[in-house]
């Protein structure tokens, strides 16, 4: 995973752009767009580049990942 977007999952969380919806739901800004925000659970997310991911990675075994992602696994070790 590249540090970036371990940056931008940082910041998602103390700009408090994560917030917890329901077990296992959580809403997040769009870091390039305020007023978007994304439906992300802790293995899936709604942003162009998760479902960008699959596209081209599929089958490779490999998982997706996102800033948005990111910011979920951070947000909860700091919960
Ligand atoms: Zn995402």
């Known amino acids: ?25 959580y809403q997040i800004k769009s870091s390039s767009d305020p007023d978007k925000s994304y ?12 479902k960008n ?4 990675h599929h ?3 490999l998982k997706a990942n996102c800033s948005h992602l990111e910011a979920v696994r951070i947000f909860k070790k700091e919960e």
């Not at 995973?1 to 919806?21: D, N």
């Not at 439906?39 to 998760?50: I, L, R």
């Open 1 to 25: 995973m590249s540090a970036s977007t371990i940056k931008k999952a940082k910041k998602l969380v103390e700009t408090s752009g994560v917030k917890k919806i329901d077990d296992d739901l």
């Open 39 to 50: 439906f992300v659970t802790s293995d899936s997310c709604e942003c162009p580049g998760f």
């Open 53 to 56: 991911f699959y596209k081209f």
């Open 59 to 61: 089958g490779k075994g």
